[in-house]
């Protein structure tokens, strides 16, 4: 047995451990048992979020203490980064829309079926090769980067959504905590899109958790307080947190012409073919414009949460 597989083995055991002396008799004094297949998919969920917050914490945290970009001020802004954390990375909340959505994606299928319409399944575009756990793994993670890079376009071009994304780009002390800090409506639009892309194009529940936390772990890594950039080449290969900085960058992330810059959430050809990357250097401090004038967007959760209503609904 290879040290992978002893870690498999362990997460499961730690996954079936909670599921049945936590979750199991929850769903039994509720009268939900129904939901059993479910709430273990979440349990899994949670209990991979748990390591990697663990992780996260240890490697990430020990990293920005010993070579950070700024000096750390505003401890509150961060401890309110760590709610947001906890509350997406332990309670499932991007499986949950995946789960909510899949019922009605399946319906949709049915009657397409109906027409001659079939899913398009891309592992199965090449037998054989495509269809390789990896190669479909890394398939998947482009595509729904390519369809995250439009989102993420949206939701500083369009004035409605980036109310609420604004929550996201409110902070001023950057940390690999600050990846989650969101509006819980913007996380949900986003979520409800590449939940159904990802349906669509084939992706089963177990890939969807595996795609997800990849994903965090990476975007996790850029919003570091870290002056990385990765050499040579590299760096027009992943985001590094050099790079995403520039988008929370006062004067540079949600400003100009498109609006921002450096929109790629895990890969920068993005940027490159739609001629949105900038690649300078050095110490941006982050945040947005108005805030320097005195705009407050909240300082706890919940004042960031209704902050944002009231600029989405125009009482802000």
Do not use: C
Not at 60 to 86: K, Q, S
Not at 233 to 248: I, K, T, W
Request: glycine share 8%; aromatic share 12%.
């Amino acid at each position: 047995m290879t040290l992978f597989d002893s870690l498999v083995d362990a997460v499961r055991w730690l996954q079936l451990w909670v599921f049945e002396g936590l979750v199991q008799p929850l769903l039994f004094a509720s009268g939900s048992m129904g939901l059993a297949e479910v709430a273990f998919d979440f349990t899994e969920a949670m209990v991979l979020g748990a390591i990697e917050v663990l992780l996260l914490a240890l490697v990430l945290g020990g990293l920005e203490r010993l070579a950070p970009v700024e000096a750390m001020t505003d401890r509150a802004a961060v401890r309110t980064d760590i709610v947001y954390t906890l509350l997406h990375r332990l309670g499932g909340f991007g499986l949950m829309v995946f789960w909510l959505f899949t019922p009605l994606i399946d319906a949709l299928e049915a009657k397409l079926r109906l027409l001659g319409v079939s899913r398009m399944n891309i592992d199965q575009l090449w037998p054989g090769i495509t269809d390789r756990p990896l190669v479909s793994f890394l398939m998947y993670l482009v595509v729904l980067d390519a369809v995250d890079y439009w989102l993420h376009r949206g939701q500083h071009r369009l004035q409605w959504w980036w109310q609420l994304h604004a929550v996201h780009h409110s902070q001023r002390q950057m940390t690999f905590w600050s990846d989650q800090r969101n509006h819980l409506l913007d996380d949900l639009i986003r979520d409800a899109i590449l939940a159904m892309v990802a349906i669509a194009v084939g992706v089963a529940p177990g890939q969807f958790v595996a795609l997800v936390m990849a994903s965090r772990v990476l975007e996790s890594l850029q919003h570091a307080n870290l002056r990385w950039r990765w050499p040579g080449f590299l760096e027009q290969v992943l985001v590094s947190p050099s790079y995403h900085r520039l988008h929370h960058a006062i004067g540079f992330g949600h400003e100009g012409p498109a609006r921002g810059v450096n929109f790629a959430v895990l890969f920068p050809i993005w940027d490159i073919l739609f001629r949105t990357a900038d690649w300078r250097s050095g110490f941006v401090p982050t945040g947005i414009r108005d805030q320097l004038d005195g705009r407050d967007y909240g300082r706890g959760f919940w004042s960031q949460q209704w902050r944002a209503i009231e600029r989405w609904t125009g009482r802000a």
